[in-house]
């Protein structure tokens, strides 16, 4: 009796249900081995949403639904900057990432089977998939700890699954889900929280300043929750306490946590006797100052999402002339400089809108896990541009869609 409870936590029902959770966790796993099944399961979950179901019900739906439609303006944002890229290549490139924020709003319009317990399925279902993957990731590093520990001291990183970055806002996302979970009892506590200390650890042995960023500014949001929720002050207090005390104290326990902060000392220094060539954290504050001059020479109309990386290398040549290493020049290290250059400030506008809205629109009707992916996002657009490539997109979009259904859900008969 306990091992079928079990399975009825973890496992769909129904066809509709069994579908949409094998596409999705292709997506998941695709997240840390194999961009091919990212689009596999986007392409899969758009192509079952249009052709399973009453499209003219589906469309009717989305019509209807500014937080599903909205979602369009990035696409249209990069698809009208085309008018200023020369170079139609790179344009069509970004234009295609950015066609599942036209297509995947539409086909989740008719997944009426997103009740609670489907919610926390696909959360579990993710959760593992990236508990799995940072238990690889760990036992790499075990195999290799001196020599990458090394050279972690000296501004490189851990090795992880395509994006450094990318992939630590994907565990902090998974701890979270965890905390949900167990929450919601959706699974025992003696099964979660060992899984959400993993991951807690795994974050910061990474170090990522965006992964700290996101993991610490979610705790503060997720005490200011509890302490509404429930009126446990002293409990609130003591989670909001711990992401002062223990940074200080993993700072003393975790090696490659503690090189990384020395080197972001060492940095700062560096950048301030004007040295920048070959540090990441330079080639990142030299991306936003192109890009901001990209602004102040195109400030309403951009240069165009094909044209934005040859403008950037030549204005990096113009302010930084001494860096040697070419690949180093880059698109604006920031989601909020990039679209601006990109598309000008009308471009930038759309994107805040397309961004703030469904959040906003749901917020009383959400969840603080909700809440906490839009923090995720706002912070890695402040040293990233995660929606201009496959993964960040897919992330955001897949996963904000699944809070909206699963919001807006009313109850219906699925085979």
């Given at each position: 009796m306990q091992q079928k409870t079990v399975i009825h936590k973890v496992l769909p029902e129904g066809r509709d249900q069994w579908v949409v959770y094998l596409l999705c966790v292709s997506v998941f796993v695709g997240f840390s081995l194999s961009r091919a099944m990212i689009s596999v399961g986007v392409i899969g979950l758009i192509a079952y949403g249009l052709l399973a179901f009453d499209?003219?019900?589906?469309?009717?739906?989305?019509?209807?639904?500014?937080?599903?439609?909205?979602?369009?303006?990035?696409?249209?944002?990069?698809?009208?900057?085309?008018?200023?890229?020369?170079?139609?290549?790179?344009?069509?490139?970004?234009?295609?990432?950015?066609?599942?924020?036209?297509?995947?709003?539409?086909?989740?319009?008719?997944?009426?089977?997103?009740?609670?317990?489907?919610?926390?399925?696909?959360?579990?279902?993710?959760?593992?998939?990236?508990?799995?993957?940072?238990?690889?990731?760990?036992?790499?590093?075990?195999?290799?700890?001196?020599?990458?520990?090394?050279?972690?001291?000296?501004?490189?990183?851990i090795p992880t699954p395509f994006s450094h970055?990318?992939?630590?806002?994907?565990?902090?996302?998974?701890?979270?889900c965890l905390i949900r979970l167990y929450e919601q009892r959706a699974i025992s506590g003696y099964q979660v929280l060992p899984l959400a200390a993993f991951l807690f650890v795994v974050i910061h042995i990474l170090?990522?300043?965006?992964?700290?960023?996101?993991?610490?500014?979610?705790?503060?949001?997720?005490?200011?929750?509890?302490?509404?929720?429930?009126?446990?002050?002293?409990?609130?207090?003591?989670?909001?306490?711990?992401?002062?005390v223990a940074p200080l104290a993993l700072y003393f326990l975790i090696p490659s946590f503690q090189n990384k902060i020395n080197y972001m000392r060492w940095t700062v220094g560096e950048v301030a006797a004007g040295h920048i060539d070959n540090m990441s954290d330079a080639?990142?504050?030299?991306?936003?100052?192109?890009?901001?001059?990209?602004?102040?020479?195109?400030?309403?109309?951009?240069?165009?999402?094909?044209?934005?990386?040859?403008?950037?290398?030549?204005?990096?040549?113009?302010?930084?002339?001494?860096?040697?290493n070419e690949a180093d020049r880059k698109m604006p290290h920031n989601e909020f400089i990039w679209i601006w250059a990109a598309a000008g400030i009308l471009g930038l506008l759309a994107y805040l809108a397309a961004f703030v809205y469904p959040f906003v629109s749901s917020f009383r009707k959400g969840n603080w896990l909700m809440a906490l992916l839009f923090l995720i996002f706002f912070s890695a657009f402040l040293t990233e541009a995660p929606l201009e490539e496959q993964i960040g997109s897919t992330f955001y979009l897949l996963f904000l869609l699944i809070f909206l259904t699963s919001i807006d859900h009313s109850p219906a008969i699925h085979d």
């Open positions: 499209i003219g019900q589906t469309l009717r739906t989305y019509l209807s639904s500014p937080a599903y439609y909205i979602n369009v303006l990035f696409l249209l944002t990069i698809l009208l900057s085309g008018i200023n890229s020369d170079d139609k290549h790179l344009w069509a490139t970004f234009v295609q990432i950015k066609l599942p924020f036209l297509f995947l709003p539409v086909a989740f319009c008719a997944f009426q089977f997103f009740d609670s317990s489907f919610f926390h399925k696909l959360l579990i279902a993710f959760s593992i998939i990236m508990v799995l993957s940072a238990v690889s990731v760990m036992v790499n590093y075990a195999l290799h700890y001196d020599e990458i520990t090394r050279s972690v001291s000296f501004g490189g990183i970055i990318r992939y630590t806002l994907l565990l902090v996302f998974a701890f979270f170090s990522s300043r965006s992964g700290w960023i996101a993991l610490y500014s979610g705790l503060l949001l997720y005490a200011v929750v509890y302490i509404i929720r429930t009126r446990r002050y002293a409990i609130g207090s003591a989670i909001a306490l711990s992401t002062i080639m990142r504050i030299a991306s936003w100052r192109s890009g901001m001059e990209i602004i102040k020479r195109h400030p309403l109309t951009g240069v165009g999402a094909g044209d934005l990386l040859v403008e950037s290398k030549a204005i990096s040549h113009e302010l930084f002339p001494s860096i040697v």
